[in-house]
């Protein structure tokens, strides 16, 4: 079955600053999506950025970039020059589109934004 | 229109009442989904309706009960609920079952409180 793991379940990084958010998945389909999202405290989720694996090029998003490593099944988040409003639950997450037709997420890393 | 919008934004109710919670999106989209959230965890996925068909029930107790009346609009009925089934409610759709490669769209959730 697949699964997604996020190992930092908190991060913190000061203002102006560049944090990385780690991921990885497991999953036997070569064809599948990754997902990284964000929920403040409004709590909606917002999708951040989308990388498909069958790119070697790395998602970016303004700020937002992906660092995807196919073969070592990691997916890392890089926010630069951070704002207070990045403060948030980040959740990676995945979709095969084919064994399961489901978004799987992980569990989730709070990121704390220091002025 | 963008968004998903989800009605009311808070709820309390008795373990005895009869309550309903509204979602509704106007993309076009053919697929949603009930998805349950507690505290700093991921969304738990409950439901899936493609085209407006039961797809995915996630073996979820049948004090919920989903409806799709239209294309458009997604409820979930409560009744009988239990102190423990207070959590975050969210709503996602994304254009069909099969294509969520795209991400879902989630909506800002209706957060309930059983007392």
């Known amino acids: 079955a697949q699964t997604v793991t996020q190992s930092q379940p908190e991060m913190s990084v000061q203002e102006a600053e560049t944090v990385t958010l780690s991921c990885t998945y497991d999953t036997s389909e070569s064809d599948y999506y990754l997902f990284w999202y964000k929920q403040p405290p409004s709590r909606q989720m917002i999708l951040v950025i989308r990388q498909e694996a069958y790119k070697q090029q790395n998602a970016t998003e303004n700020r937002f970039s992906v660092n995807f490593q196919k073969a070592a099944k990691s997916f890392s988040l890089k926010i630069s020059d951070s704002q207070l409003g990045d403060a948030a639950m980040y959740f990676c997450?995945?979709?095969?589109?084919?064994?399961?037709?489901?978004?799987?997420f992980g569990t989730g890393t709070l990121l704390a934004v220091q002025p | 229109d963008t968004e998903v919008t989800q009605t009311p934004k808070h709820l309390v109710m008795g373990m005895t009442n009869k309550k309903s919670l509204k979602c509704e999106q106007h993309m076009g989209h053919r697929a949603m989904y009930w998805y349950k959230q507690k505290a700093k965890k991921p969304p738990e996925l409950m439901f899936v309706?493609?085209?407006?068909?039961?797809?995915i029930n996630e073996s979820v107790p049948s004090r919920f009960s989903p409806e799709c009346p239209n294309s458009s609009l997604l409820n979930l009925h409560l009744h009988a609920l239990q102190p423990e089934d207070s959590a975050l409610y969210l709503c996602?759709?994304?254009?069909?079952?099969?294509?969520?490669?795209?991400?879902?769209?989630f909506g800002s959730g209706t957060r309930l409180t059983v007392v």
């Open positions: 309706y493609s085209y407006e068909k039961l797809s």
């Open positions: 997450a995945y979709y095969d589109g084919g064994a399961t037709n489901k978004l799987i």
């Open positions: 996602a759709s994304s254009q069909d079952r099969y294509r969520g490669n795209y991400g879902y769209t």
